[in-house]
């Protein structure tokens, strides 16, 4: 009996890990559905009405549903850039403060990058979310230098280093902005229309 229960109890334990573990994955999925609905939304939004604002009750229960997923799944690079996205549209209109040095945002997209160092559109993003605290330092670089390597024929990673290129010409090294004229000429080849968009809503000086 005694050696029965010994060969049982360890059945035991991981029948119970694995039912815990797929129990915190299915709420972690619908805390993320219910984050990702709203971020689509006012990506969609914005879109239509560049004059769109988000709601500061509606942020505020998305960052909770962000918390929420990331709680259940602590490891996760997707939930914490998910978390990051949503802490971004919060610092447009100031209510993402963080009471240490780091801007709670920054820190999200620096944890995701951890997680996941191989993904350019962590370091994209990461370089856009510095962007938007005026932060045009040596990490800013460094970040956007990451993403052309990672990621030089990803739409995204060429639009946004795009985009940083002409915003902020004259404020970049030479090596830098040379690396961000080249993905801009990728991009003009795969997507001429986002060029010439972009190039309307960032006029060169």
């Known amino acids: 009996m005694y050696k029965k229960w010994l060969i ?20 972690s999925e619908i805390w993320r559905s219910q984050t990702v609905d709203f971020l689509d ?24 549903g962000a918390d929420n997923a990331l709680d259940k799944m602590p490891n996760s690079p997707e939930l914490m850039e998910m978390r990051a996205r949503v802490l971004n549209w919060g610092v447009q209109k100031g209510w993402a403060i963080s009471e240490t040095e780091e801007p709670m945002e920054l820190a999200a997209w620096q944890q ?3 997680q996941r160092p191989a993904w350019p559109y ?4 990461y370089a856009q979310a510095r962007s938007q605290r005026s932060l045009i330092d040596k990490q800013f670089e460094a970040a956007l230098f990451r993403a052309d390597q990672l990621g030089p024929w990803e739409q995204a990673v060429m639009e946004n280093a795009t985009i940083l290129g002409r915003y902020y010409r004259g404020w970049l090294s030479e090596p830098l902005q040379l690396t961000l004229d080249n993905s801009q000429q990728r991009l003009a080849k795969l997507y001429p229309h986002r060029v010439r968009w972009i190039e309307k809503q960032y006029p060169l000086p």
């Open 112 to 114: 995701s990058i951890l």
């Open 122 to 125: 962590s370091w994209s993003s």
């Open 8 to 27: 049982t109890l360890p059945c035991m334990i991981l029948l119970a890990v694995a039912l815990n573990t797929g129990w915190n994955l299915i709420q």
């Open 41 to 64: 939304f006012w990506a969609a939004e914005t879109k239509d009405d560049p004059g769109f604002a988000v709601d500061k009750q509606q942020w505020l229960i998305t960052l909770a």
